[in-house]
């Protein structure tokens, strides 16, 4: 069955930061077809309906018809304890962040809350994600287990710590590599499920850790490897306390071989003119999470690294960053630009929520655009969700000024609804 969607459709012919907001296509009376879980064709609507007749066919209207939203670095552990007040990076591990954390020894408990993340990112227009477990395998059974019930492209790993955490989420070198090496037998290339070697970050691993996983990723360089870098200076000061014959933060992971294409590095605000050519030169990846980095006082990521080929995609870095919605983290994402002096385009800003967010995770042709062959994860926008939207998208001359305002102030309410894989898998449901 060939299923037929019709509205706005916006898809890119090329990366934005590169070719300017022109690499973005809007069909005003667009047409996405369907057939077996990926797309077949993007085109005028009224062509499509001609060519294929038998299609089932899904009007929208003027909703706006785009690829889900990929979230480059997300902790769906911490989603009960999103919006915990008043602390800076390591007090918040300690007072919010580990207690949680250490509740997923409970297999129950981890598949609720999997399954709670899972229902809000779907709401939200996430399709596609890359996710931190704990160190528990039970926390990454969990989420691969739900994200595979929901037929989703993602990703995820039991995060390792054998140092300067609580006793019971501290692991060792052996364990971490062994339990991890046993999480990419069972799950890593099932269906659309891949495994992400995962060290919490430097403070938390011994030289012995990451030597082991330096060594697992070299085994398994299908595997994507995430770890967090530079986002507090008094965690950079305590990092290279700990590792002092280190030039920088970058270069501990460099050291053992944790550098490179499938890398991708959450945060990255406080860099280096060698840090940030290294990331370059190696194909790394970063996740920019703008709202986590307000909410934790981290500070502002640097814009300058959006035009210099970096490949960077946006986080909404969950229960740190302070929401779900990557139309939120969009608006942060402007602001923070803002506040240095660069304004984001809103091609610039959907291109880091999609395409630049599976690219950096290295699914770009697969999802984070609507291009023939792709994988049909895909969102439709109401432009005018609220009232409030309505009225500013009502004096709009052109597909931004009606775009951004839902940009700035949309949230799950305007996610009219999400398909993955050519399946809906959630519609939504106005009050009243
Ligand atoms: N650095 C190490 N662990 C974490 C985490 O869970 N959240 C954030 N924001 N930073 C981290
Ligand atoms: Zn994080």
Redesign the pocket.
């Known amino acids: 069955m060939q299923e037929l969607l019709t509205g706005q459709v916006l898809t890119f012919d090329a990366d934005p930061f590169v070719a300017g907001p022109a690499a973005a296509r809007h069909l005003s009376h667009g047409g996405v077809l369907i057939e077996n879980g990926r797309i077949a064709a993007v085109d005028d609507a009224d062509s499509l309906r001609a060519r294929h007749p038998h299609a089932r066919v899904h009007a929208y209207g003027r909703g706006l018809i785009s690829a889900g939203f990929v979230d480059a670095h997300v902790?769906y552990p911490?989603t009960a304890i999103i919006a915990s007040w008043g602390k800076r990076?390591r007090d918040?591990?300690a007072t919010y962040?580990f207690p949680e954390e250490a509740r997923f020894h409970d297999p129950d408990h981890a598949a609720r809350v999997a399954e709670t993340y899972l229902d809000l990112a779907l709401a939200h227009g996430t399709t596609s994600f890359l996710s931190?477990g704990t160190i528990h395998p039970a926390s990454v059974e969990a989420i691969f287990t739900a994200a595979q019930a929901r037929g989703l492209r993602a990703a995820a790993g039991r995060t390792c710590m054998d140092r300067n955490a609580p006793d019971n989420l501290r692991d060792t070198a052996e364990a971490a590599h062994d339990e991890s090496a046993a999480l990419i037998a069972r799950w890593h290339g099932r269906g659309r499920l891949s495994y992400a070697i995962t060290p919490?970050?430097a403070p938390?691993s011994s030289p012995a850790q990451l030597e082991a996983l330096g060594a697992l990723w070299a085994q398994n360089p299908t595997c994507l490897m995430q770890t967090?870098l530079s986002?507090q200076t008094e965690?950079i000061d305590w990092v290279l306390g700990l590792y002092p014959q280190a030039r920088d933060y970058l270069d501990i992971y460099e050291g053992f071989g944790l550098i490179g294409r499938g890398a991708v590095f959450?945060?990255a605000i406080h860099l280096t003119e060698r840090e940030r050519a290294r990331l370059l030169e190696t194909g790394a990846a970063i996740a920019h999470?703008p709202t986590?980095n307000l909410f934790?006082g981290?500070g502002l990521f640097d814009p300058a690294l959006l035009r210099t080929g970096a490949r960077v995609g946006l986080g909404t870095?969950t229960g740190?960053?302070s929401s779900f919605s990557m139309l939120r983290t969009m608006a942060t994402a402007y602001e923070v630009a803002q506040l240095r002096g660069t304004a984001l385009h809103p091609a610039e800003l959907w291109w880091l929520g999609t395409g630049a967010a599976a690219d950096a995770l290295g699914w770009g042709g697969k999802v984070g655009n609507l291009v023939p062959g792709a994988e049909a994860d895909l969102i439709v926008v109401d432009l005018q969700s609220t009232p409030a939207i309505a009225q500013r998208a009502a004096r709009a001359n052109d597909l931004w000024e009606a775009l951004f305002p839902t940009i700035m102030m949309g949230d799950d309410r305007a996610i009219r609804a999400t398909w993955v894989a050519g399946q809906r898998m959630h519609r939504h449901a106005p009050p009243g």
Do not use: A, P, V
């Open positions: 902790h911490q990076l918040w591990l962040t931190y919490r970050f938390t967090h986002e965690e959450g945060h999470c986590s934790i981290s870095d740190g960053g």
